[in-house]
C-alpha cells in the first residue's frame, strides 16, 4: 500500500481549516428565521446560533394565557435552532466536501484506516 503524501495531507488539512474559519466566521451573518402560533411569535437567529430577534404579535398576549404565550416562544426559538443547526450543516459540508460522513471520518484525505 502506498504511503500517503505527507506534506501534501497537511496542506489540505491546513487549507480546510481555514475554510472552515471562513464559514464559521460567515455564519455569523447569516439569519434565519422561524415562526410559531400561525406567525403570532417570530424568531431570527443568526447561524452562530445567536437569537436576534424575537417579535410577538400584540394579538398573541392574552394575560388569561400566558403559558400559551410562552409555549408558542418556545416553539418558534427551537425551530429558529433547527434551522440555523441545518443552515451551518450545509455551509460546513460544503467546505469539507462531506469529509465529515458518520462518525467524522477523513476519508477523502488519503488518511489510511479513515
Same mark, same amino acid.
Given at each position: 500500500?502506498?504511503?500517503?503524501?505527507?506534506?501534501?495531507?497537511?496542506?489540505?488539512v491546513q487549507r480546510m481549516q481555514a475554510d472552515m474559519a471562513a464559514a464559521q466566521?460567515?455564519?455569523? $451573518?447569516?439569519?434565519?428565521?422561524?415562526?410559531?402560533?400561525?406567525?403570532?411569535?417570530? @424568531?431570527? !437567529? +443568526?447561524? $452562530?446560533?445567536? @437569537?436576534? +430577534? !424575537?417579535?410577538?404579535?400584540?394579538?398573541?398576549?392574552?394575560?388569561? $394565557?400566558?403559558?400559551?404565550?410562552? $409555549?408558542? !416562544?418556545?416553539?418558534?426559538?427551537?425551530?429558529?435552532?433547527?434551522?440555523?443547526?441545518?443552515?451551518?450543516?450545509?455551509?460546513?459540508? +460544503?467546505?469539507?466536501?462531506?469529509?465529515?460522513?458518520?462518525?467524522?471520518?477523513?476519508?477523502?484525505?488519503?488518511i489510511p484506516g479513515f
Amino acid at each position: 500500500m502506498p504511503q500517503p503524501n505527507m506534506q501534501k495531507m497537511l496542506k489540505q488539512v491546513q487549507r480546510m481549516q481555514a475554510d472552515m474559519a471562513a464559514a464559521q466566521e460567515r455564519l455569523k $451573518d447569516e439569519v434565519v428565521e422561524a415562526a410559531a402560533g400561525g406567525g403570532m411569535v417570530t @424568531v431570527k !437567529i +443568526s447561524g $452562530d446560533l445567536e @437569537v436576534k +430577534s !424575537i417579535t410577538v404579535d400584540p394579538e398573541a398576549v392574552d394575560p388569561e $394565557d400566558v403559558e400559551l404565550l410562552q $409555549d408558542t !416562544i418556545l416553539v418558534a426559538v427551537n425551530e429558529a435552532i433547527r434551522a440555523a443547526q441545518e443552515l451551518a450543516e450545509r455551509r460546513m459540508g +460544503s467546505v469539507t466536501g462531506g469529509l465529515g460522513g458518520p462518525g467524522g471520518g477523513l476519508g477523502g484525505l488519503g488518511i489510511p484506516g479513515f
